[in-house]
């Protein structure tokens, strides 16, 4: 009888510590507090536009290295365009593919009150697009993110959970904001337009120009820059062939291919003195720029303008690089051809580009210029416009095919070469070689 009594005593004295001990573990498992929330999106500018690719989630209290995880939040994104009678796009989750602890910027620490969510991204993604294309134009559309935390985060001051951060705080446009804007006005015709300065020093800077195609008109110079991949021409890569090189993007309000004779690319365009205006102001206002290695190209629309250019203005420019150009070969006199050929020119172009026929566009005028004997004419014929990063695949596993009209991939990621002299060389490094003065 006294054992059971015993026995019955020492049952009620672990209860008791079992019940002491769980009360303890629930006081240090307490909610930690957190500051009011808020997020940060990147964009970054890939091959085939502007894709959001990650959120900066400040979290309002330190977490340690190794404390969240992939799984440890839900982004949900709803996409809108308001010049769309029913704005909204699409809305859905986003997935994330990494996450980690970073400070304000971003960057990776081992101890910060941000969180660093990155986003699965690609050509066929749109959830992750920053721009839509309507009308004929693209444009910044609005992106609104609702971060809600499905993990626990675990710290020892206690544990974060339930977080639902829908406080938008600002963006980072990667390279697109090291470019500054602004606008010219000539005889009536208001060009806006994004340029970039290399670092100040004791030497002359060549001036690389760039035109943009049919999407990216209109007054908001960032989308030439965006909508494709123009912001390259600032990346470390293409600046070490020329020790640091200007960049002017103009922007046309419509289309460079809008002639003052027919409305349509009939050979003239109503911007080309307006252009010629803002490029020879530029120079002026930027005296270490070198007026011996001004390069001038474009793409679709915008390299129709450059072949005007090159045309109306023989020996201003030290080369130029058309890419599917739209400038038909039955506008081009052969006074035209003479002009044309006294400018180094590298033409760039897909056989599967149904949007401006290479066959009546780009073919026939490189040709004649052959055949003219014109001193430096070269031509780039691609089969068509694949990815060629490796990171994007059709379904059979051959690498991802982009419209064959988009061959200016080639040219942002200086893909385009060809043999010169004995020697392979790059489309950036040809240019970088031209000057008036050679």
Known sequence: MKMKKHAKKVMLFILTVAMTLSFSIGAFAKEAKVKETSYQTVTEIHDWGAAITKVIVDIGKPLTQYSVTKDTFKVHVSRSDDRLSNPLLEKGYRTVTNAYVADKNGEPTVRGKYVVLEMEIGPNISFG??????????????????????????????????????????????????????????????????????????????????????????????????????????????????????????????????????????????????????????????????????????????????????????????????????????????????????????????????????????????????????QDVQLTLLDDVHDTTGLYKNADGTPYQYNGHWSWIYVYNNEVESTINGKTTTIMEWMASKSLNK
């Open 129 to 374: 697009s920053a721009l839509n294309y309507y009308g004929g134009a693209n444009v910044w559309i609005d992106s609104e993110y609702t971060i809600t935390q499905v993990q626990d985060i675990v710290l020892n001051s206690g544990t974060i959970s339930g977080l639902v951060v829908n406080k938008f705080a600002g963006e980072t446009r990667e390279l697109v904001d090291d470019f500054s804007t602004g606008k010219a006005t000539d005889d009536g015709v208001t060009l806006t337009y994004a340029d970039y300065a290399p670092k100040k020093d004791k030497e002359k800077n060549p001036l690389i120009i760039w035109l943009h195609g049919g999407g990216e008109g209109g007054t908001d110079a960032t989308i030439p820059l965006s909508a494709n991949k123009a912001v390259n021409f600032i990346t470390d890569d293409i600046q070490s062939y020329f020790d640091g090189a200007y960049v002017l993007a103009p922007q046309t309000p419509t289309r460079w291919m809008d002639g003052y004779l027919t409305g349509g690319a009939d050979g003239t365009s109503k911007y080309e003195e307006a252009l010629m205006a803002l490029i020879k102001d530029y120079v002026a206002n930027n005296p270490d720029i070198d007026p011996n290695r001004i390069y001038i190209g474009g793409a679709s629309n915008g390299g129709y303008m450059t072949m005007l250019m090159i045309r109306d203005y023989p020996g201003y420019f030290a080369a130029a690089f058309p890419v599917c150009e739209g400038l038909r070969d039955s506008l081009v006199t052969n006074a035209d051809i003479q002009n044309i050929g006294k400018t180094p020119i590298w033409f760039v172009t897909a056989k599967n580009d149904k949007t401006l026929l290479p066959e009546i566009n780009t073919l026939p005028t490189y040709d004649r210029l052959i055949e003219a004997g014109a």
